[in-house]
C-alpha cells in the first residue's frame, strides 16, 4: 500500500519521475547528530546518472534541499525532510507509451493497480529515480552508524558474465567497505572493472543491456542485533533492498550456495580469538544466526535484473485496442544500471541497519 | 522486535520449544469464511516430523486447539487463535549446551540478545517446532485464497547435489500445485525423490546433513495486486519467508540467473493469447513487476542450509570459562529439514499472499 | 482491523466470550524481568466479577496459564503469551438475542462488521471479560515500570452523581497509588465509597445501572518521554484507554475544564524545587506538554458509560423480521462497573506508559 | 517515535516553524480521485491566521505546492506531497526563550527529549504552523469522502464561558456540515460568535487568552466500520485529534455526560424509521458501539486549552543558570485559537475517517 517503511525509524518515499519533484522523510534519528553535507552529497553523485560513458547521458540534477530536521547541520530530532526537484522533464517522449506497456518495466502491472491513472512519464512512482531520496536517506543513516563503528560498503560482483572475487567472509573490513563506499562504479579489482565496462559497452553496441550481482557488507556491527521471526537481520534488510528497482534475489552469507553444502561444511565454528573475542572459522551465515548478528562481517549479495530499457524493438500489446504490437524504446538509458545500484543497495542497508540498532535500543 | 507481522492480516506467533505450549493469532480475516478442519490437519501433517525413516525420530503431537474466531468451523471475524501443548519435554538434553553455543544455531546471537535469558532449551523461540503455527496460519489462508481461485504449492527443487526440473514458468497450473501441496515430500519428479532421499541417509550414516532449495509458486493471482516500494510483493513474501528457519537466500523469476542475462533475454514480452488476455512469452519476471503482480505464475525459490544440528564433533567456546571446545549434538535431528521446509514456505506464501490481497482490497 | 496494538511493545488480545478460551500475547519485553506471580494474580482479581454484592453474581476462574515466554518466573524476551479458558458457557441465554440487538451493546454495529457472522454469545470478542488479558499485561507491564521507579494506580472519581475528591494534581504521590492499586474498589475516601455503592445499589434495585469517572495517575514518569504528533502521551494512552470496552471521553490533566480557563490560568508557571528539580506550580497539564512528558505527575480521566446491560425492558429492531419489538434482558449483570474498569484503565495505562518508554529508550 | 500514522492511509506531516518548509505526504488514497483545488486552499484559508482583527496578525503565506502524486488534479495513486515554505522568519524574536521554556508550551519537555538540540524557533515542530499540512491531507481525504456521501463539519461550541447549542445528536444533517465547513469561526447561532469574539477582544485586552471547545460532526458514514479494541473508531480519531497541538479532551457522543446517566438514559433504543433504516432514539453513542458505527450521525468534542502564548509576566526557570527567573513573551499571538482549531480538527475527523474506511474495505 505504501512507500512508508519502519517503526523506529521512518522513512517516507515519495515522487514521480516527471512531477515537481521527489523526496523523502526520514523520521525518529537520534537528535544532535552531525551530518556533513559534503558527504551526503558524495553518496547522491555515486548513484547519480551521467558519470560514466557507458550510462546514460541525460543530465538529471539530484541536488537535495533539506526542508526541516536540521540546524546548521545538525539534526533536530524532528523529521528530517529533503526534497530534489525534477527540471529536466521531456513529457512527450512517453506519451506513447501510455498503453503499449515496455516489457519488463512496471508500465503493465501499474496500470492493473492504479485503472490507468499512475503518471506514466518516466516510469512515474517507478522510476529508478526514486533511489535518489533513498540514497539520501542512507547518507543520512550511515555517517549515524559510522560514529558508532559501523561501516557499510558493496561492489559490483558481477557484470553479465564477468566476475570479480568475493568478499572475504571472514577477514573483511572497514577500511575496505570505506573505500568501496567512496567509488563510482566500486569493485574490489580495478582490472575487473575494465572488463565489465567493456561488457557494458559491447551491450550498449547490441542494443541490449546487462544485469549483475551487488555484494554489500556490513562491519562493526554488534552481535545480539535483530530478532527472530518477522523482525530478524535477513527480514528487515529484504523488505528494504527489494525496494530497489530491478532487484530480484537477495542472499546472506552463502546462501544459495549454502543449499548445496552439508552441514560439516555449512556450520560457522566458534572460536575466542586472541583477543578473547567469539569468533567464527567461517562465516557462512553471513553474520546472522536466527535473524540476529553474531558480530561476524555481515554479507549480503543482491541480484539486479538488466536494464528493461532497451532499443531493439520488442513485442506488446496495445491496451487501447487489443491488439499485439511491436515498440521500439527510443532515448538514451543505462545499457547497465548495476554500478549505480550499489550505493542504492547501500543506502537500504544504511537505513535497515539503523532501523535494527534502535529497535536493539543500541542507538 | 517481533513476532508479529502484517498491517491488514496481522499474524502473530508465540511459544518456545519446551514451554507449555506454542501458538497463533490470525487477526483481520474475513467473516464468515468456512475453514475445513481435516484441510488444516492435513497441511499440519505435511510439517510434523517423524513421518520418514530418514526424519527425526521425535515423537511431536502437533495437533492444533483452536481458542477463538471460530464457531463451527466458520470464522468469525474476532481474531482466530490455536495453541499447540507441548507435551514430550526432555529439558536435560539441552541443559549442557547453555554455554556452549551449538554452530549454526542461534544459541549464541540470542545469548547476546537476551543477555542469556532467553529458553535455550529445544532452542526456544528460534525452534523449527515453531513453524507449526505459521502452517496453521497458512492452512487457513490458502483455503481462503483457494475459493478466490488461487493456489499455492512448492517442492523441493532441490537436495545437496540433487536437482529435479523447476517449475515451467510460463504454464505452472493450479493442478500441478494443488498436486504437491497434499504431498508430505513434493517433488515433481518421484524419482528424483528417490535420489534425494538416498542423498539424505547417505548425509545421516556420514553423521552429516544437507541443505536443499525449495521452489513454490502462486498461480490464480489476479494482476494489479501489491504496491511499489516496501509493500511490493517481493518485500512481503521476503518478510515472511525468511522467518521460516534456515531460509538464507531468496530469489524470484529468474532471479539470480537474471543477473547474467541480457535485456533482451530477460525481458518478458507481453502478447494477447487466443482469449484476449494479457500474457508474457517467458515469465523471469516470476509474475511481478515492479513489485506488482503482472496475472503471470508467482514463482519465487528458497534457499535452505544443511541442518545445522549434525551428531559429529564440533569446535564451539565455553561462554562460562572463556575456553574453546569441542561439542557433540547428541539426540536425534533431521539430517534434512527441506521437504518439511515446503509447507512452511508455502504457509509463509498464504498469509503474504492473502495480506497483499487484502492491501489491495481484492479480499 | 485489529486487537494488535503497539511498535516497541506489541500487545495481541483474543478471545470471545463464550469461545474456548482468551488470551494475550506480549512481545518486546526486555528478557531478564522477574514477574512476581502473586501480584499478577493480585491484579486479576481486582477485575474479576463477583467480590461484591452489587456486582454480577456470575462465576468466572480468570485463571490466567502462561504458554510460553516465562521460564521460573523471569522473562524470556521472546514473546510472552497466557490463556484463560472459558469455563461456565451458557449459551442458551444469548441465542434469542442474535437478531435483536440489546441497546448500547456492539450487537448491531457489529452485525452490520461481520455480517452475522461475528460470535454473539456473551458478547463474544466484544465481551467486558476481554479486559481480562488486558489487565495480565498489565499485570505484568507495572511490574516492570515499578522497578523503574514507576508507579501506576487509579480510584473511582465519580458514580452516577456520587463524586470525590480527585488527585491532586502537584503532590499526587507513588504511596497513594501503590494503596490504590491494591484495592477492589479503590477511592480516596472510603466514605465515599460507601455512598457510590448506596447508588449502585439503588440502581440495581431500579433494574437500571450506573457509570463513573476513572481518575488514573502515573509518578515517577522521567520528563522527555513520549513524542509530537501521533506518537505523543495522550495518543498512545488514547488508543489503549479507547479499547476498554464503555470507554466515551478521555482527559489529561485539566482536560475539558482548561477549555473555560484564561490561559494565565491554566499555564503551568515553572521553577526549581529546594532539591534543583524543575517543577510547576499547578499541574494542568496533567504531566504532559507537546505530547511529551514534563515529569510531573501524569494524570488523566475516562469517562465510564453505565453498564448498558439493564433487566428494565427496551425498544429494539428484529433484524430477521424487520419490526420493533421490546427486549427484555435477563441474567444477572454489574449495575456498575466502574469499580472493574479503574484496574482495566490502569492496565491500559501501564502497556501504554511501557511502550512510550520503550520508543524513548528508557526501557 | 513518530509524526507518520496510519496503515491503509499513511500520513507522514514533517517541518519545523522557522525551517525552510513544512509538508506532507499521504500515502495509500485510491487513483483515479479528482481533488478540486480550490477547496483545498479554502480548507488551508479557514486554518490560516489573520483573517480576523482578535487573531494574530503575522503575515502567513500557506500555499501548498503539490510535488508529486498527483496530474492534471486527479490523485496518481503515488504518495501525494505537497510543501509548504516558510517565508516570514524572525528567529532573533525566538533566541532568548533557548534555555527559559514558556509555560503551557512544549519547550521544556522538548529540552528533555531532544536534548536541547530541537529547533526552538517558532516552536520548531510543536507549532501550530504545523497543522497546515494536516489541514491540507484532510482537504484531500474530505472531498473522497465527500464523493462517497460523507460529509464532516465542526463548529466552537464554546470559548471561555460563552457556549452555543451542541450538535443535535439525532437529527444532524449533511447541510449543517457543509455550511459550518466552508466557514472561518464556524457556528451555528451566529449571536453567539459575536459574543464569543467579544469575550476573545475582552481577553486580549487582559494580556491573556481563551481556550473553548470544538465539536465535530461525521454524517453519511455507513454502519460497520471500525473495529473492536485497538482500531476503534474512538480510538483511530483519538490517534489524530490529540495530534492537533492544544488538545486535553476527547469525548464521544454523550461523553462525559454520560458517566452521570443511569444505563436506561444512556442506552439508544433501537426502532426502523419509516424508510426501513435501523436508527436510534437518542444517540449518546455518539454514532459508535463497540468502536464500530451505527450508522448515526459520528459527534464528538475536543477540549482546547487556552493559547499558552500571553503577554503577561509568567515564572519560569533558566536551564542555563539554574535560577527561577520572570517571562514576557513578545510578539502577537492569536488570543482564542479555537476558531483556526476547528478546521484543523475536521481534518484530523477526515483522516481517521478514510483510514477507517479503507480498513473495512468501503473506500
Keep these: 500500500m505504501s512507500s512508508m517503511w519502519g517503526e523506529r525509524i521512518k522513512l517516507s518515499i515519495f515522487g514521480e519521475s516527471h512531477a515537481e519533484g521527489i523526496g523523502v ?3 525518529g534519528l537520534p537528535a544532535g547528530e552531525k551530518i556533513d553535507w559534503d558527504e551526503v552529497l558524495a553518496q547522491m553523485a555515486r548513484r547519480a546518472p551521467g558519470q560514466d560513458p557507458s550510462a546514460t547521458s541525460r543530465v538529471e540534477k539530484d541536488l537535495p534541499k533539506v ?6 547541520g545538525v539534526l533536530t530530532g524532528a523529521p528530517l525532510s529533503a526534497v530534489i526537484s525534477n527540471t529536466s ?24 493497480r492504479y485503472q490507468g491513472y499512475n503518471d506514466i512519464r518516466g516510469g512515474g512512482h517507478f522510476s529508478g529515480r526514486l533511489t535518489a531520496p ?3 536517506a542512507g547518507a543520512v543513516c550511515r555517517q549515524i552508524l559510522k560514529r558508532r563503528g559501523i561501516e557499510i560498503g558493496g561492489h559490483v560482483l558481477s557484470v553479465g558474465s564477468v566476475r570479480e572475487e568475493p568478499f572475504k567472509e571472514v577477514s573483511l573490513n572497514s577500511e575496505t567497505l570505506e573505500k568501496l563506499s567512496g567509488q563510482y562504479f566500486p569493485v574490489l579489482s580495478p582490472e575487473k572493472r575494465e572488463e565489465m565496462k567493456t561488457a557494458i559497452e559491447n551491450a550498449r553496441l547490441a542494443l541490449d543491456s546487462l544485469g549483475g550481482v551487488v555484494e554489500c557488507g556490513v562491519t562493526g556491527l554488534p552481535g545480539g542485533v535483530g530478532s527472530p521471526m518477522f523482525d530478524g537481520v535477513e527480514n528487515l534488510l529484504a523488505s528494504m533492498v527489494f525496494a530497489v ?7 546472506f552469507g552463502a546462501g544459495f550456495q549454502a543449499a548445496g553444502m552439508t552441514g560439516s561444511e555449512n556450520n560457522d565454528a ?3 580469538d586472541e583477543n578473547g573475542q567469539v569468533k567464527t572459522r567461517t562465516n557462512h551465515a553471513g553474520g546472522i544466526l536466527g535473524g540476529i548478528t553474531t558480530g561476524m562481517p555481515l554479507i549480503f549479495r543482491a541480484a539486479v535484473k538488466p536494464t528493461p530499457s532497451i532499443a531493439r524493438k520488442q513485442e506488446t500489446v496495445n491496451l487501447k485496442t487489443g491488439k499485439n504490437e511491436e515498440l521500439s524504446i527510443t532515448g538514451r538509458h543505462d545499457p547497465c544500471i548495476v554500478p549505480r545500484a550499489v550505493p542504492a543497495i547501500e543506502a537500504a542497508a544504511a537505513v535497515a541497519v539503523t532501523e535494527l540498532l534502535a529497535q536493539s535500543g543500541k542507538l
Excluded: I, N, T
Excluded at 512517453?94 to 496500470?111: I, K, M, Q, T, V
Excluded at 528497482?245 to 542472499?251: D, H, I, Q
Design 89 to 112: 522533464q521531456h513529457s512527450r517522449d512517453y506519451e506513447a507509451l501510455r498503453f503499449r506497456p515496455r516489457p519488463g518495466h512496471a508500465d503493465y502491472s501499474a496500470y492493473l
Design 245 to 251: 528497482p530491478a532487484v530480484k534475489g537477495l542472499e
Design 25 to 27: 522523510v526520514l523520521d
Design 270 to 272: 566458534f572460536y575466542y
Design 67 to 72: 526542508l526541516c530536521g536540521m540546524v546548521d
Design 134 to 136: 533513498l540514497v539520501f
